[in-house]
């Protein structure tokens, strides 16, 4: 299923002409880093080519209104393919409408056809209401989350 549409909220795969139409929602998600680097755009043009992994939007008649994506991994813990959320973002003048809900279904929907024995995703400390709205969905706080950059 490449579209879906629940009321006036239509969730579809992402096109890469889209990437100006995201880059406001990318910018609210993450606000001290530089959405419009050239290594950002590349890639999220890679991943629209790659099979590792989708991204999905939310457009509310011609407006992009939400984004997500999600990638899948071999997983020994899991004992199977493990989908990852890596971004969900909805517009902050239109949260509270079900957007997020309908993208969130949709990445289960698509981990599900993918063959995913579970979905997990990562939530910075600060995001509480993000981390109400996960658990809301059945998602249960396991772990912390280490990163480490590599030169």
């Not at 950002?40 to 991204?55: K, M, N």
């Not at 990562?122 to 981390?131: G, K, L, Q, V």
Request: charged residues 25%; hydrophobic residues 40%.
């Amino acid at each position: 299923m490449t579209s879906s549409q629940e009321g006036d909220i239509v969730i579809e795969r992402c096109r890469a002409a889209q990437w100006p139409a995201i880059v406001p929602l990318l910018r609210q998600l993450w606000p001290d880093r530089d959405v419009e680097a050239e290594p950002v755009r590349r890639t999220f043009e890679a991943a629209l080519q790659s099979d590792c992994g989708q991204y999905w939007i939310a457009r509310k008649g011609q407006a992009v209104v939400g984004f997500a994506s999600l990638s899948l991994k071999h997983s020994l813990w899991a004992g199977g393919k493990l989908a990852q959320v890596n971004e969900l973002v909805v517009d902050r003048h239109q949260r509270g409408q079900g957007i997020g809900t309908q993208l969130m279904r949709r990445l289960e929907e698509t981990a599900r056809d993918l063959g995913a024995a579970g979905i997990e995703l990562d939530s910075a400390f600060h995001r509480e209401s993000a981390h109400a709205f996960y658990e809301r969905r059945g998602f249960v706080r396991r772990a912390y989350w280490f990163t480490k950059d590599l030169p």
